[in-house]
């Protein structure tokens, strides 16, 4: 059978016959191995208003549906999904409760959309099994996405007219939006703005225990940081991956980092070892083991 046929067939179970099983099981790296892992685990955990736009695999779409799905980081109301009327379908990473598989929530949600009608928003999809397709079976992999970041939740609409509630959610959202910028410097490395103050969060490509051992081995050389006046806080653990966050020097634009972030993640790459930590460097480990937060 070939790969489209085993991914139309995955699409058709997981439609019908399939979801009355339990929840998927749980995924520490649930995007592992797909192009752009890092920026899959920025969309689901800490960007605030982002999009992605990828082809749908070969025989996943129905007969004239659509050909790409828009991945957003939140919908009006934190729907899961999504069918515009005019047959666009968007899904959201961050729309709450799932199965312990963040990839298949999202093929759910994805092969939900694509079974209403136009002009439908999904306030639930079904449940996630281990029988659902991970979302790397249905939509384009061949590059990583391109994330976009926007200043708010106005990509909802496009166009499209919303109701009261959804105006509503639509208006709340944007007037909540933490100012967020795309460093070009090293890959899914982002700027914000939290109450006036910068911060910097960078997504490391690493299993966690190899990037809290290589942190360490910087914090303990002083070179953990983004230059003068900036700070290592801590570091959220997120599906399987670490992501660091730096306080910067007050509101101190993006730009103003590009350089200091591509020196902090040569001298990272440098510190990736399987040698045994130093004493000092387990001190500095215990340390930022004890500042991590995890997000699930």
């Known amino acids: 059978m070939g790969k489209a046929s085993r991914r139309k067939q995955a699409g058709q179970q997981e439609r ?42 070969a025989g996943v779409a129905p007969e004239s549906g659509p050909d790409a799905v828009t991945v957003a980081t939140v919908l009006p ?24 598989d963040a990839s298949r929530d999202l093929a759910s949600a ?23 397709p991970p979302l790397a079976d249905l939509v384009d992999t061949s590059q990583a996405p391109q994330v976009d970041v926007h200043e708010g939740f106005d990509f909802w609409v496009e ?17 909540s939006v933490v100012p967020t910028t795309k460093m070009t410097s090293a890959p899914s490395a982002y700027w914000c703005l939290l109450a006036g103050r910068a911060h ?68 990272y790459a440098a510190a990736r070892s399987d040698a045994v930590l130093t004493p000092d460097e387990r001190r500095a480990k215990n340390g930022l083991l004890g500042r991590q937060v995890t997000l699930r």
């Open 16 to 57: 019908g016959q399939d979801r009355g099983r339990g929840p998927a099981a749980y995924a520490s790296r649930p995007f592992a191995g797909m192009p752009g892992e890092t920026d899959w685990v920025a969309m689901k955990e800490i960007l605030p208003a982002a999009t992605v736009t990828l082809p749908l695999a």
């Open 77 to 100: 109301m934190a729907w899961p999904a999504i069918r515009r009327s005019d047959g666009a379908v968007l899904i959201g990473t961050q729309s709450g409760s799932g199965s312990g």
């Open 110 to 132: 994805l092969l939900a959309a694509l079974d209403a009608a136009p002009g439908t928003p999904l306030p639930r999809v079904p449940l996630a099994t281990d029988a659902t």
């Open 159 to 175: 166009g499209q007219d919303l109701d009261g509630e959804a105006q509503q959610s639509l208006e709340r959202a944007n007037a």
């Open 200 to 267: 910097l969060r960078l997504v490391l490509p690493d299993d966690e225990d190899t990037a809290t051992d290589a942190l360490a081995r910087l914090h303990a050389a002083g070179s953990d940081t983004l230059g003068h006046g900036t700070r290592l806080l801590g570091a959220f653990r997120a599906c399987g991956l670490l992501v660091p966050v730096w306080q910067l020097v007050g509101d101190t634009p993006a730009a103003d980092y590009e350089d200091a972030l591509a020196a902090f993640t040569e001298r």
